[in-house]
């Protein structure tokens, strides 16, 4: 195989273009086709568990060998029963309403021209992630539904698995009589292969990155291809004078220990200087015995009880989205205050206000800036799942296209359709 | 002044954080505030035409001396007649609805959650065009109307005229209690200040290229901010075998003539071989006597009465997107023909069709992937007005977030707001 760029350049634009051919059946296919579909690609890859734990396997003693971290190692990992969880997801997949086909808006014009905005696939999906098998299989599940054909660069370290899953997937495909093209990797062309995706302006209609943030900002940098951005969140939690102290404290414990590693897991709190005193010290308190360690400004650490998990605050706490046991922590003097921090340093995915002042709570809702705003409630809730849109592509913190959790409906696009009679413009 | 492309990006940031701080007060003001600055705009332009219309006196000097196009001295060229013309759109633009403010959606979720999608202003709009300088104020109107500040690049050419029309704006915002940092140009800084908005990542939320096809490739090659392309239309008409032929003529004729500089105008026109013999002689005569030239394969000249204008297709003719009394025509052997032909060539604009067949219309309308669709109908349609969108920002030819004429809730974006009473995830 030649594997110089140029080689992998017209190798990956010939797989856009198969793919491109491959989708048009996949737009015009019933609900029940695509579902028909989606349950025989989980009944293949449940056949397949035997290979796929051979090549996962395969895929662990490299890792190992080259000094992968446990948490990588285990996100790399495939058991019988997590492959049993991936196929179930394709059901449940096949369970959700189909966005395409939907009318969004629709008119008749005074010339008696009928027009509607339909809900279209986008045609070519392209997904770049890192070293985790359930994800292929997780977006060539999307991608279909949403009647779409996918590209697929997943993690070099996910190589072999990513290998036979792809190969079950295409398998299958062909059996149900579609089109294998439907689901191709460019992963044989390694990371010229990603590239090659980023660059194939015209051939891939949207390019989804999931991941790291360095993954994401690698891809929003160099890719010409249209590109939805993820998941980058330092969210944050102001608590007001008038705030609730006790419903605060709790909120604050749920956004930052719920689940630590996520993108809308809290990472700053700002407090207003006259609660400090009352909600500071418990919350500090709280968070140590969570195993929390507060980088407060010296307000914040003024009112740290003896003997809790502190450090000094600096410029990189503020911007920092820790995804572990941190907080940066700020006594702000105001909702005015709290604004301007919010404005500097958040990264537009989660901000929550704890209130019971009608008017804070208004203009917090006016004025922050981000894809949500929660009142008196936990950063975490900001979800696919939570927000019941069922399956979540991942969380934009862009404002084209999709803002916050996005939905199967966020891999299609519109098409306007008009039926005259002969009309003309005059 | 230091006009460095260093100097320059650093200048073009400041604007833009400048223009994100003054949008944060229009992003919660009302409809009838935004109506009302309108309004004032349209009087201060009026009020001003003398030193406008000297201004531009200069441009149009400098472009008669750079030897510039007869055409495009008249896109630059302002009268008294055409400077009210730009206020009475302003004035037309306060007539419209107000995007800000629609709940998209909303729910209360089982745990109590009250969740509603809200339309928000994007922030910061940056607007690359070429030297017209009506298009200054268009876009600073659809801008404000829609709550976002708005940083400007005009062409060169038009330089003179967009200085004065920007500051006239300016003392108006002023005047009217508003930050004038609402709307800037970068005009001062040339090219180098429309790349710096090209690369003002975080800061630009928006870039919206209104121009050529030349420009909109620069900038959607250039760009790492989000863009919306616009505007380049190779559209398509199909005749089928089952057309009402006197009905296709005009429907053709229509597309190609009614105006032809437009990206709506028809560029390629199809035909079944079946009814190739009844309708292309009188076609091609019909185009002829509008003075359109005839671009046609060996089986449409074969067809071409004497006397008419025609031309050998090419390969290029197929891609042409002419904007001029050029039409390319190609015979085919059937619709699935005619469908390879449009995914091979098509820009995805606007494809039509002519036909009496049921099946056919829907195959043509649910196979055809651009971005309108019209059955029995002319490709001119497609226009924000004409679809009853209001003021149109442009037609846009991607996937992403727009797709076809855009009105002013294009230039939103959605946040998710959410309100608890101390709800936490379990």
Same mark, same amino acid.
């Given at each position: 195989?030649?594997?110089?760029?140029?080689?992998?350049?017209?190798?990956?634009?010939?797989?856009?273009? %198969?793919?491109?051919? *491959?989708?048009? &059946?996949?737009? +015009?296919?019933?609900? !029940?086709?695509?579902?028909?579909? $989606? =349950? /025989?690609?989980?009944?293949?890859?449940?056949?397949?568990?035997?290979?796929?734990?051979?090549?996962?396997?395969?895929?662990?003693?490299?890792?190992?060998?080259?000094?992968?971290?446990?948490?990588?190692?285990?996100?790399?990992?495939?058991?019988?029963?997590?492959?049993?969880?991936?196929?179930?997801?394709?059901?449940?997949?096949?369970?959700?309403?189909?966005?395409?086909?939907?009318?969004?808006?629709?008119?008749?014009?005074?010339?008696?021209?009928?027009?509607?905005?339909?809900?279209?696939?986008?045609?070519?999906?392209?997904?770049?992630?890192?070293?985790?098998?359930?994800?292929?299989?997780?977006?060539?599940?999307?991608?279909?539904?949403?009647?779409?054909?996918?590209?697929? %660069?997943?993690?070099? *370290?996910?190589? &072999?698995?990513? +290998?036979?899953?792809? !190969?079950?997937?295409?398998?299958? $495909? =062909? /059996?149900?009589?579609?089109?294998?093209?439907?689901?191709?990797?460019?992963?044989?062309?390694?990371?010229?292969?990603?590239?090659?995706?980023?660059?194939?302006?015209?051939?891939?209609?949207?390019?989804?990155?999931?991941?790291?943030?360095?993954?994401?900002?690698?891809?929003?940098?160099?890719?010409?291809?249209?590109?939805?951005?993820?998941?980058?969140?330092?969210?944050?939690?102001?608590?007001?004078?008038?705030?609730?102290?006790?419903?605060?404290?709790?909120?604050?414990?749920?956004?930052?220990?719920?689940?630590?590693?996520?993108?809308?897991?809290?990472?700053?709190?700002?407090?207003?200087?006259?609660?400090?005193?009352?909600?500071?010290?418990?919350?500090?308190?709280?968070?140590?015995?969570?195993?929390?360690?507060?980088?407060?400004?010296?307000?914040?650490? !003024?009112?740290?009880?003896?003997?809790?998990?502190?450090?000094?605050?600096?410029?990189?706490?503020?911007?920092?989205?820790?995804?572990?046991?941190?907080?940066?922590?700020?006594?702000?003097?105001?909702?005015?205050?709290?604004?301007?921090?919010?404005?500097?340093?958040?990264?537009?995915?989660?901000?929550?206000?704890?209130?019971?002042?009608?008017?804070?709570?208004?203009?917090?809702?006016?004025?922050?800036?981000?894809?949500?705003?929660?009142?008196?409630?936990?950063?975490?809730?900001?979800?696919?799942?939570?927000?019941?849109?069922?399956?979540?592509?991942?969380?934009?913190?862009?404002?084209?296209?999709?803002?916050?959790?996005?939905?199967?409906?966020?891999?299609?696009?519109?098409?306007?359709?008009?039926?005259?009679?002969?009309?003309?413009?005059?």
């Amino acid at each position: 195989m030649d594997a110089t760029p140029l080689g992998a350049e017209q190798a990956v634009q010939d797989m856009a273009r %198969r793919a491109k051919a *491959a989708s048009r &059946s996949l737009a +015009t296919a019933t609900r !029940a086709d695509k579902d028909a579909l $989606l =349950e /025989a690609l989980a009944d293949a890859l449940f056949a397949d568990t035997g290979p796929i734990l051979a090549a996962n396997a395969q895929d662990l003693q490299r890792g190992r060998a080259e000094q992968m971290s446990p948490g990588l190692l285990d996100r790399l990992a495939l058991t019988e029963d997590r492959i049993g969880q991936i196929a179930a997801a394709l059901r449940e997949l096949a369970g959700l309403p189909d966005p395409v086909g939907e009318v969004v808006r629709g008119s008749t014009l005074p010339n008696g021209l009928q027009l509607r905005q339909v809900r279209v696939p986008m045609g070519v999906v392209a997904m770049i992630y890192e070293a985790r098998p359930n994800v292929t299989v997780d977006a060539a599940g999307l991608a279909l539904k949403s009647g779409n054909a996918v590209l697929l %660069r997943g993690g070099s *370290a996910a190589l &072999s698995s990513n +290998t036979v899953i792809v !190969a079950t997937l295409r398998r299958a $495909l =062909e /059996a149900q009589g579609w089109s294998p093209d439907l689901v191709q990797s460019v992963d044989a062309w390694g990371r010229e292969g990603g590239v090659a995706l980023m660059r194939a302006r015209g051939l891939v209609d949207v390019l989804v990155p999931r991941g790291g943030a360095n993954l994401i900002a690698t891809v929003v940098r160099e890719a010409v291809v249209p590109v939805i951005e993820t998941g980058v969140g330092n969210c944050h939690l102001y608590v007001d004078a008038s705030a609730d102290v006790a419903q605060a404290l709790e909120v604050m414990l749920n956004a930052k220990t719920q689940r630590v590693g996520v993108c809308n897991a809290l990472e700053t709190l700002l407090v207003h200087k006259e609660v400090a005193r009352d909600f500071l010290p418990r919350a500090v308190l709280a968070l140590a015995e969570a195993g929390v360690t507060v980088h407060g400004d010296p307000a914040t650490l !003024a009112l740290a009880p003896p003997g809790t998990l502190t450090a000094p605050a600096t410029d990189e706490d503020w911007a920092a989205e820790y995804l572990s046991l941190d907080l940066a922590v700020r006594v702000v003097a105001d909702l005015d205050a709290a604004l301007e921090h919010i404005a500097t340093y958040s990264s537009g995915h989660t901000e929550a206000i704890c209130t019971t002042d009608l008017r804070a709570s208004q203009r917090f809702v006016a004025e922050v800036d981000s894809a949500a705003v929660m009142v008196n409630a936990s950063t975490r809730f900001t979800d696919g799942g939570q927000f019941g849109l069922g399956a979540e592509i991942g969380i934009s913190t862009q404002k084209l296209h999709a803002r916050g959790p996005m939905g199967l409906a966020e891999l299609t696009t519109t098409k306007w359709v008009v039926h005259g009679d002969g009309h003309v413009r005059s």
